[in-house]
């Protein structure tokens, strides 16, 4: 089983560029399919994590919501046990607490992403 840590959030300006981390921890990561989903601003209880990306053991399977596509990049270095989001051309409406989780339902404690100018 797998310990799942993100990070590289922060506040970035409309337009611009952010790189998502989630580095694993224990053993089989390579074994795991992989995603990102999104907490937004306005999240409350009983509200679902908006899913963003998704990676397949392996890496020859990705897919990606649409209103990412052609802007966000999900990749894997297995090697390094590394889940990465590559956010390019960043919106206001990209923000929000980004998780990682694993197909089996692990995840970590997420990473905030702040867009304002």
């Known amino acids: 089983q797998v310990q799942l840590v993100e990070s590289g959030g922060g506040l970035v300006q409309p337009g611009g560029s952010l790189l998502l981390s989630c580095v694993a921890s224990?053993?089989?990561?390579?074994?795991?399919?992989m995603r990102w989903v999104r907490q937004s601003p306005n999240w409350t209880p009983g509200m679902g994590l908006e899913y963003i990306a998704s990676i397949a053991s392996g890496g020859e399977r990705i897919n990606y919501a649409d209103f990412v596509k052609d802007r966000f990049t999900i990749s894997r270095d297995d090697h390094k046990n590394i889940l990465y989001l590559q956010m390019r051309d960043v919106k206001s409406q990209d923000a929000g607490v980004y998780f990682c989780?694993?197909?089996?339902?692990?995840r970590g404690q997420g990473t905030q992403v702040t867009v304002s100018s």
């Open positions: 224990g053993s089989g990561f390579s074994n795991y399919n």
């Open positions: 989780f694993t197909n089996t339902g692990i």
